[in-house]
């Protein structure tokens, strides 16, 4: 019995089973398909963060290669620009 509000347990059945009791049988399990949905966004999820995880893997190979390609220009020029090495 759905009630749009809460009701006491004695004021409900008189006191004839506790609270607990009702408590237990009002409990409704999760189905199935809920429980297989929930396993399915873990999934979807984590094969989310792998993805992830191995794009940024390679957006962080090629910066690490255009950083280094950066700095050896720009020593380069500072080198070319105070009149060549010492």
Do not use: C, Y
């Not at 396993?39 to 690490?64: C, P, W, Y």
């Amino acid at each position: 019995m759905k009630m749009p509000w809460a009701i006491a347990g004695r004021q409900r059945n008189g006191g004839l089973v506790g609270g607990r009791e009702l408590a237990v049988l009002g409990v409704e399990f999760p189905d199935e398909d809920f429980v297989e949905a929930q396993v399915d966004v873990q999934n979807v999820s984590t094969r989310g963060i792998d993805e992830h995880d191995r794009l940024q893997a390679r957006f962080d190979r090629i910066e690490a290669v255009n950083f280094q390609s950066r700095m050896m220009r720009l020593l380069n020029d500072r080198i070319k620009i105070s009149g060549g090495a010492r």
